[in-house]
């Protein structure tokens, strides 16, 4: 029963350039969760998504940054004109229900570097 | 002078000993609290979770003591071995918070556990 899939494990872009972090939740989930940590800090959240929906994206930069989960195919997070400030850990989390107490089960991130 | 930028906490255990790891959490209407383990270029890993119904939940090796009037959260690790090491996290929740509050979980800062055999 494989985990959460996050790929790639490292990411280097340019400035200016796009970068896309894809996320396969565990099997069975539906709810995907983005989060971003930066060196040396607990990780903040960032979206929220169900299947072709955007839940709550309250944690999301209002600019160049977007998410989806589309019916067939991993949660992708996309980065626009990626910036130096954006270099950091995006890891993805899922869970099988959304409810209080639902466990969280995290991938192993995407290292992005902007160079 | 001062040294700008943010410097984990950290905790040095001899094999064997117990372990205490402290948090404070921020927010007093958060009724759920969770701690994660990350190793280096892991995610965070579930250890044990409690509700803010309760002050103290075990687990295998590990228990959680919540004490809500001060706002504060410990995860003790008994016989503390080498696999331990690791970055250590509290999270909260505050589920009562309505629409979708679920999942959206606060993260402290992260205290660095390095055990010595």
């Known amino acids: 029963n494989a985990g959460v899939m996050q790929n790639p494990r490292h990411l280097v872009r340019r400035r200016g350039q796009e970068a896309r972090l894809r996320c396969s939740p565990m099997?069975?989930?539906?709810?995907v969760y983005w989060y971003r940590q930066l060196p040396e800090e607990g990780l903040k959240f960032m979206v929220y998504l169900q299947k072709e929906n955007i839940i709550d994206e309250s944690g999301m930069p209002k600019e160049r940054f977007s998410a989806e989960f589309p019916k067939e195919g991993p949660s992708i997070l996309r980065i626009q004109q990626v910036v130096r400030g954006d270099s950091a850990a995006y890891f993805c989390?899922?869970?099988?229900?959304?409810?209080?107490?639902?466990?969280?089960?995290f991938g192993s991130g995407t290292q992005l570097s902007v160079l | 002078g001062e040294s700008v930028g943010l410097h984990l906490p950290t905790l040095s255990v001899q094999e064997g000993d117990n372990s205490i790891i402290n948090c404070a959490y921020s927010n007093s209407a958060s009724d759920y609290f969770i701690w994660y383990k990350q190793e280096s270029g892991k995610g965070p890993q579930f250890i044990i979770d409690i509700r803010s119904n309760m002050d103290k939940r075990q687990g295998q090796r590990v228990t959680v003591l919540l004490n809500k009037t001060v706002k504060h959260l410990s995860l003790q690790i008994a016989a503390t071995q080498p696999g331990d090491s690791a970055v250590y996290f509290c999270?909260?929740?505050?589920?009562?918070?309505?629409?979708?509050?679920?999942?959206?979980?606060?993260f402290g800062q992260g205290t660095i556990l390095t055990v010595h055999p």
């Open positions: 999270a909260e929740n505050n589920s009562n918070a309505g629409g979708t509050s679920y999942g959206k979980l606060t």
């Open positions: 989390a899922s869970s099988l229900q959304y409810g209080p107490n639902e466990k969280l089960f």
């Open positions: 099997k069975g989930h539906s709810h």
